[in-house]
C-alpha cells in the first residue's frame, strides 16, 4: 500500500483538482487521501457548497479518503494552514507522499528556497510591517536569489514551499504543474479554470459545468435547488457585523493576526462602515492585506481566538471515504497516533483540549448554515457521519 497525501479546499472540486489526483497515481500512489479546509477557509470566505457534498464530490473524482483540516487551521495563514494539514497527514502514520499543485516550483526549487529562509531573517521583515507573503519574499531578494524570489511571489508556489518546510523530514513530495493560474479570471483554452473564477461562475449563474467532473456539476447543481448554494459570507453580513461591533478593540486584539495596533485601526472602521466589504477597504493597506483582513473578520464570527491556534492537531476526522479509503483507516488503527473520529458518538473519547478545538469545528457547521441562500439546519455534524460511496 503507498498512500499519498493531498492538502485541499476543493471549493469545488474541479478538474484540475481531478488531473491532481490523476498524477498521484501515475507516481504510484495506490491510494489517496486528502486533507479538506471545512466550512470556511484561508481567503476567511466560507466555501461555496457544504464540506459533506465537497467531500463526496472529492471521492467521487478519485480521491479515496477525506479528512477535515480542523478550522483553526483551515481558515489561517498559509504557514499555519500547512502546518496543521500536514500534522494531520503525519499523525495518520501511513501517508508517505505530499502530492501539491504550484505554478512554477518544483522540488528541486523548494529545497532551494528553504536553505536560503533557514539562514534568513523573515522576522526582520515582519517587524517592518510585511505581510508575512512578502516578509519571505524579501527575506529571499535580501540573500539575492532573485529566480527563487520570484517562484515565491506565486500563491500557489507560497504555499507549496511552507507545506515542504512542514514536511520535509517526514514524507517525500511531488510537485505538479498547475492547470490554470491562480486567481486567473481566465480559463484556458482546454477544460481547467481556477477555483476562483468557477466559484464566480456559481455565485453569478454563470457556465461552469465544462471545468468540474459531471459528478461535482450535479451536486452543485442539486444543492443549489436546495438552497445550500452558493453560500457566501454576504449572504449573514449583519450576523458577522453584529459580532464586529459588540467587540472591544482589546477584544479584537485577541484574534488572531492581530498585532501592530491594528485592534485600534479595525475598531474605528467597524463603526464607522455598515458593510463588511466597508470595513475592510477602510482597514486594507500594504501591511493589512484583504485576505489577513477577512480572516479575522471569519475568526471574530467563529469565536476562534490567538489562544487557540497555536497547538499540534489533536484527533483525525473522517468526512468521506470509498472501499480504499476503508483500508486506508485499517491500516490507520495500527498506525495512527490521534483519534479517528467517524461519528458523533466518537467525540465523547477526546480530550478536553481537543474537545474545545472540535467545539470550534462545529460551530463552524451551525454558522456557515446561516451562510446559505436558504436558512439551513442546525447541528449537521451530529445527524451526518462520514459519507461512503
Avoid at 485541499?8 to 495506490?30: C, D, I, M
Avoid at 456557515?368 to 439551513?376: E, G, H, V
Amino acid at each position: 500500500m503507498k498512500i499519498t497525501g493531498i492538502v485541499s479546499e476543493f471549493n469545488p472540486f474541479h478538474n484540475g483538482h481531478k488531473y491532481l489526483v490523476e498524477r498521484a497515481r501515475e507516481n504510484g500512489a495506490t491510494h489517496v487521501v486528502t486533507v479538506m479546509g471545512g466550512s470556511f477557509l484561508q481567503r476567511g470566505n466560507c466555501a461555496v457548497v457544504g464540506k459533506y457534498e465537497r467531500a463526496k464530490a472529492a471521492i467521487l473524482g478519485g480521491v479515496d479518503l477525506v479528512l477535515e483540516l480542523p478550522e483553526i487551521y483551515a481558515c489561517a495563514s498559509a504557514e499555519r494552514f500547512a502546518r496543521g494539514a500536514v500534522g494531520v497527514l503525519e499523525a495518520c502514520g501511513c501517508v508517505d507522499t505530499i502530492c501539491c499543485g504550484a505554478e512554477y516550483m518544483n522540488v528541486s526549487a523548494q529545497i532551494r528556497a528553504i536553505d536560503i529562509l533557514e539562514g534568513a531573517d523573515v522576522g526582520e521583515f515582519l517587524s517592518k510591517g510585511y505581510s508575512y507573503p512578502h516578509a519571505v519574499q524579501a527575506a529571499v531578494e535580501k540573500s539575492g536569489d532573485e529566480e527563487i524570489a520570484a517562484l515565491l511571489r506565486s500563491p500557489n508556489d507560497l504555499l507549496a514551499l511552507e507545506y515542504f518546510r512542514a514536511g520535509k523530514d517526514d514524507f517525500s513530495f511531488l510537485s505538479v504543474r498547475r492547470t490554470a493560474p491562480h486567481d486567473s479570471d481566465t480559463p484556458d483554452s482546454g477544460k481547467y479554470a481556477s477555483a476562483s473564477l468557477i466559484r464566480k461562475m456559481i455565485i453569478s449563474g454563470g457556465d461552469y459545468r465544462e471545468y468540474v467532473p459531471e459528478t461535482t456539476a450535479q451536486m452543485i447543481e442539486r444543492a443549489k435547488k436546495e438552497g445550500a448554494c452558493p453560500a457566501r459570507f454576504e449572504n449573514n453580513e449583519r450576523g458577522v457585523i453584529s459580532v464586529l461591533r459588540r467587540m472591544t478593540a482589546q477584544e479584537l486584539k485577541r484574534l488572531p493576526d492581530v498585532s501592530e495596533g491594528l485592534e485600534n485601526r479595525l475598531h474605528r472602521a467597524i463603526h464607522e462602515n455598515d458593510t463588511l466589504s466597508g470595513i475592510i477597504m477602510a482597514t486594507k493597506c500594504k501591511r493589512y492585506t484583504h485576505a489577513r483582513l477577512s480572516r479575522i473578520a471569519a475568526c471574530a464570527y467563529l469565536g476562534i481566538t490567538a489562544a487557540d491556534i497555536d497547538k499540534p492537531p489533536q484527533y483525525i476526522r473522517v468526512l468521506a471515504l470509498n472501499d480504499r479509503g476503508a483500508e486506508i483507516l485499517k491500516e490507520m488503527k495500527k498506525t495512527a497516533v490521534l483519534p479517528v473520529l467517524t461519528a458523533a458518538r466518537s467525540f465523547g473519547s477526546l480530550t478536553k483540549e481537543a474537545r474545545k478545538t472540535l467545539d470550534i469545528d462545529l460551530r463552524a457547521s451551525d454558522l456557515f448554515a446561516l451562510c446559505t441562500p436558504k436558512l439551513m439546519r442546525c447541528g449537521e455534524d451530529f445527524y451526518r457521519g462520514a459519507v461512503k460511496i
